[in-house]
Nanobody, 112 residues
């Protein structure tokens, strides 16, 4: 059974940082490219970033470039998203994605 379990969300002030984690199980993690997406109520999901099987070729949405860093630890079956200089518009539920599999999401709220 495939599972993607995100964690690390929370409430942070503008300019703050969070590190999201996604622990994967039930499939061969090291063979799958991984991505992060986010969603706010009333809107469709928005792609944030993705990364190749070996941690190569990270890509970012324009709003994430220079602030977010995606990485992965294939030995630990874990995907990360380091988010710096967070702003109110980054408030969303963040999801981990592999092929057609999605986690349950972790809420990120940026507010003073």
């Amino acid at each position: 059974q495939v599972q993607l379990v995100e964690s690390g969300g929370g409430l942070v002030q503008p300019g703050g940082s969070l590190r999201l984690s996604c622990v994967a199980s039930g499939f061969n993690f090291r063979l799958i490219s991984m991505s992060w997406a986010r969603q706010v109520p009333g809107k469709g999901p928005e792609w944030v970033s993705d990364i190749g099987q070996s941690g190569d070729n990270p890509r970012y949405a324009s709003f994430a470039k220079g602030r977010f860093t995606i990485s992965r630890d294939n030995a630990q079956n874990t995907l990360y998203l380091q988010m710096n200089n967070l702003q109110s518009e980054d408030t969303a539920v963040y999801y981990c994605n592999a092929n057609t599999w999605w986690g349950q999401g972790t809420q990120v709220t940026v507010s003073s």
